[in-house]
């Protein structure tokens, strides 16, 4: 397990543009923007039958919402690949999902501005629920085609062996 140090020389916090995603072992390419992680934990409210004025509350289930990746239309095809394992048209009875490998853990690494990777997430179980292979098209318009996966996943975590790296500095020679 990494130990943890803190970085008294920064005092920024990271910015949120600079980041991969991997899955398969593999960089994704062009990923441009990434939906947030979040959990949210239902609250259970119960009463002490000889407390009538007051309940308590207590966690229930835990859901993590669905994490949304976009990119730029290119001829590289792995988001339709991937959605195609959930459901693919055609491919005929009892062959339309591919329940051995539909689902996928992802890694989601940020970086720092000088490249340096330092928060990685692990998600976990994660599998295509929608699939936009283009935006709208507009002959008006002026602005990249883009597609998007829905990924539905049963949980993240922070990866605790990626550490704060040191951060360079420039000579002023």
């Known amino acids: 397990m990494a130990q943890f140090v803190v970085n008294t020389q ?3 916090p990271y910015k949120n543009f600079k980041f991969r995603v991997k899955w398969d072992g593999r960089y994704v390419a062009g990923i441009s923007k990434a939906s947030a992680l979040k959990r949210t ?11 009538p004025s007051s309940s308590r509350k207590s966690p229930g289930r835990t859901e993590y919402e669905a994490i949304t990746l976009e990119r730029g239309v290119t001829h590289d095809r792995e988001f339709e690949q991937w959605s195609s394992l959930v459901w693919s048209v055609g491919a005929g009875l009892g062959a339309e ?3 051995k490998n539909f ?19 692990k ?4 599998w295509v629920s929608e699939f936009q292979a283009q935006a709208d098209l507009d002959g008006n318009a002026n602005a990249v085609l883009i597609q998007h996966v829905k990924l539905e996943n049963e949980g993240w975590e ?3 062996d990626v550490v704060e790296p040191t951060e ?6």
């Open 103 to 121: 689902r996928k853990d992802i890694i989601i690494e940020l970086y720092n501005e000088a490249g340096q990777l330092v928060i990685a997430y």
């Open 123 to 126: 998600v976990y179980r994660c």
């Open 168 to 173: 360079p500095a420039l000579s002023t020679s």
């Open 41 to 51: 934990t239902e609250v259970v409210k119960h009463r002490e039958g000889g407390d």
């Open 158 to 160: 922070r990866d605790v």
């Open 97 to 99: 999902v591919s329940l």
């Open 10 to 12: 920064r005092f920024d």
